[in-house]
């Protein structure tokens, strides 16, 4: 199966896809979670896009595609992937559908209130890119990951100004692809807000009727 998962920022995208591709075997491609590696590891496209992410800014297009595009090549994704955060322009969304046959969006619906009370208590284990929520979803250990110990950090664009303009690029950059995947009959809306248990049967509800 290959899946998009859409929706602002903190709608629990990769919460859900680090659970789905675990139970259904997918591969999950989340291109925020590629750049978080390569900034903590340095590397030229770290240096590239460490500014980029702090101020919530998108990485341009030409990089984003070219990164995914090797990305889908490799063959791990054979049984199936769920891209986390891409397409998130128009430009995005057409050059994927020139290299995948999609078999539908998840269109990620929540309100601005909750996707700030879901960021401001975030925390991830930058390793194994675990995800906690202080209070909606906490660690055994407070502050430590569950598996590897290893120790939760805040990420660099979950404070309060960053959070402000990703919320504002994700409108006008990204929120258009919910009209194009729609008139495409591509779109299949899930209500992001009940807890995450919730959320997660109704995914698997909705992907069984895909
Ligand atoms: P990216 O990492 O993709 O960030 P994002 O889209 O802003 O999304 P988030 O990771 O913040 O939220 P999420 O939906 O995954 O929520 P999560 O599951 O963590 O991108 C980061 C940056 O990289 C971008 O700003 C850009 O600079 C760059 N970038 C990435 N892709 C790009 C692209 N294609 N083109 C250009 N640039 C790109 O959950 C959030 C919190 O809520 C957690 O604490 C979680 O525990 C909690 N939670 C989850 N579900 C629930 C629930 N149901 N109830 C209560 N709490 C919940
Ligand atoms: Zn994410």
Known sequence: MKLVFLGPPGAGK??????????????????????RAAIRNETELGKK??????SGDLVPDEL??????????????ANGYILDG???????????????N?????NFAISDTEVVRRLSGRRV????????????????????????????????DDKEDAIKHRLEVYRSQTQPLIDYY???????DLNA????DAVYTALLQLLDSL
Do not use: C, W
Not at 49 to 54: E, M, P, Q, R, Y
């Open 86 to 100: 891409f397409p998130r322009t128009i430009t995005q969304a057409d050059a994927l559908s020139e290299f995948a």
């Open 102 to 106: 999609l078999n539908g969006v998840i």
């Open 49 to 54: 896009v460490k500014g980029i992410l702090a």
């Open 182 to 188: 729609r008139s495409r009959d591509q779109l299949h």
């Open 14 to 35: 990769g919460t859900m896809a680090g659970k789905l591709a675990l139970e259904k075997d997918l591969v999950h491609i989340s291109t925020g979670d590629i750049f």
């Open 64 to 77: 984003t595609i070219a990164l995914v595009q090797e990305r889908l090549e490799q063959k791990d994704t």
């Open 193 to 196: 807000s009940p807890a995450p």
């Open 125 to 156: 284990a930058p390793a194994s890119g675990r995800i906690y929520h202080i209070e909606f979803d906490p660690p055994k250990t407070a502050g430590k990951d569950d598996e590897t110990g290893e120790e939760l950090i805040i990420r660099d």
